[in-house]
C-alpha cells in the first residue's frame, strides 16, 4: 500500500492530526518540567473565598464600630455637658465657660418638705445637685459655688456594700434614675465618689470647718463628689470625695477653697494631652495618641482577618499563619483594653 494511502487511512482512524499531536504534548513539557524541575499547574481559587474575606472584614468593622457607638453613648448619658445652650457630650464641654448666675439662696440644707413626705422612713437619703460639666473651672468670674450649679435636685439612697440608687422627685412622684455599685475590679477606700457616703463622714470631715450648713453637688464628668460646705463668717470650704483621685488632683475626703478646686482643675485640663499615668487600674495616654492607635489597630485587625482567609484559600505556609496571627492578636487586644475593659485610656478621659 501507498504511504499516501495508509497516511490517509490512519487519518480516517484516528481523526486526530499531527498538529494537534504535537501542540498537545508541547503543552505538557511546557507545564511538568522547567529547566529540569516540575512545576505545579497553576490552581484558579473559587470565587467563594474572596467574598469571606470582605464578609469577615464587614463583620469586624460592623463589631468594632457598634462597640464604639455604645461607649460614645454611654459616655454622652452619663452627664452630658451644660451650658446656656442645654447640654453637649463632649469631655470637657464644648469650650463654653459661661456660668450660672449666682444663686445661693436657691439652696436649702437637708431635705425639703415634698422630699420628706416622699421618702418618709427611708434612712440616709441625701438631696444633691449637679454641677456644670463645661470648663467653668477656667472661667474668671467664678466667684460662687452656686454658680456651677443646676438647681434639680437628685435623691440618693444608699444601700449595703456602697450601691446606691438615684431617684428623681416631681408632681408624678418619686421616679428610679439609676443604680449603682461599688465596682469590684477596683481596689478603694469608701467614700468613693457617693458609694458609702454617709451624713456621718460628711459631717466628720466638715468637724474642723466654722461652716453655717452645706449642700452635697455632684460632677458626672469627674466623677467627684464636693460638699460645699456655706460660711458666713469666711470663705467658703469645699471638701471632695473623687472616684478617680489620681486623674482629678484631689484628694479623696479633701478639703479646699474654690480658687484652689479651679487651680487643681485647670492645671489637670491644661497637662491632660501630653502625660502618660500607669495606676493599679489604668493606662493613661495623651489622647492623640489614644485615637491614632485605635485607629491603627482597627485597621490592621480588618487587614489581618483578609490575610488570613485569603491564606487559607491559597494553603499558605505555618510560618504565614503565626505572623498574621500575632498581628490579629496584638490589635485585638488593644481594641479590647480600651473599648471592652478601658484599661488604657486617653488622658482627657477624666472621669468617662
Keep these: 500500500m501507498r504511504e499516501a494511502e495508509v497516511k490517509k487511512l490512519y487519518d480516517s482512524i484516528t481523526n ?34 474572596k467574598w469571606c474575606a470582605l464578609a469577615a472584614s464587614l463583620c469586624l468593622v460592623i463589631g468594632m464600630g457598634s462597640l464604639m ?14 451650658n446656656s445652650g ?22 436649702m440644707p437637708g431635705l425639703s418638705a415634698e422630699a420628706e413626705a416622699a421618702f418618709e422612713g427611708v434612712p440616709g437619703v441625701m438631696e444633691i445637685y449637679r454641677t456644670l460639666n463645661n470648663e467653668w ?13 443646676t438647681a434639680e435636685p ?7 456594700d456602697g450601691a446606691y440608687s438615684v431617684y428623681t422627685l416631681d408632681e408624678n412622684g418619686i421616679s428610679l434614675g439609676m443604680g449603682s455599685s461599688l465596682p469590684n475590679n477596683i481596689s478603694v477606700s469608701v467614700p468613693y465618689a457617693l458609694s458609702g457616703l454617709t451624713y456621718d463622714i460628711i459631717e466628720e470631715d466638715l468637724a474642723g470647718i466654722n461652716y453655717d450648713d452645706y449642700i452635697i453637688a455632684q460632677s458626672t464628668r469627674l466623677y467627684t463628689v464636693f460638699i460645699w460646705a456655706r460660711c458666713a463668717d469666711g470663705e467658703d470650704m469645699i471638701v471632695t470625695y473623687p472616684a ?48 491614632a492607635l485605635l485607629f491603627i489597630c482597627m485597621v490592621i485587625s480588618i487587614a489581618s482577618v ?15 499563619y503565626i505572623i498574621w496571627g500575632i498581628i490579629l492578636l496584638i490589635s ?21
Excluded at 477656667?138 to 456651677?148: E, H, K, P, R, V
Excluded at 437628685?154 to 449595703?160: N, T
Design 332 to 352: 485585638i487586644v488593644y481594641l479590647i483594653l480600651t473599648l471592652g475593659t478601658h484599661s488604657i485610656i486617653a488622658h482627657t478621659m477624666v472621669g468617662g
Design 154 to 160: 437628685l435623691y440618693i439612697v444608699p444601700a449595703k
Design 86 to 107: 442645654g447640654f453637649d457630650n463632649g469631655f470637657w464641654g464644648s469650650g463654653d465657660l459661661a456660668l450660672l448666675d449666682a444663686h445661693r439662696e436657691d439652696f
Design 306 to 320: 483578609s490575610a488570613l482567609i485569603c491564606g487559607a484559600a491559597k494553603k499558605k505556609t505555618l510560618t504565614y
Design 69 to 82: 457607638l455604645m461607649n460614645l453613648h454611654h459616655a454622652g448619658t452619663s452627664g452630658g455637658s451644660y
Design 16 to 49: 486526530i492530526k499531527d498538529e494537534f499531536v504535537e501542540e498537545a504534548q508541547a503543552s505538557k513539557r511546557k507545564g511538568c518540567v522547567s529547566a529540569g524541575k516540575p512545576i505545579l499547574w497553576q490552581k484558579k481559587h473559587p470565587a467563594w473565598t
Design 137 to 149: 473651672f477656667l472661667a474668671n468670674d467664678l466667684t460662687d459655688f452656686s454658680q456651677i450649679l
Design 244 to 291: 478617680r483621685p489620681e486623674f482629678v488632683g484631689f484628694e479623696n475626703r479633701g478639703c479646699y477653697t474654690l480658687k484652689e478646686i479651679q487651680r487643681i482643675l485647670t492645671k489637670v485640663y491644661r497637662d491632660s494631652g501630653s502625660h502618660f499615668q500607669l495606676t493599679r487600674n489604668w493606662l493613661m495616654i495623651p489622647e492623640k495618641l489614644y485615637f
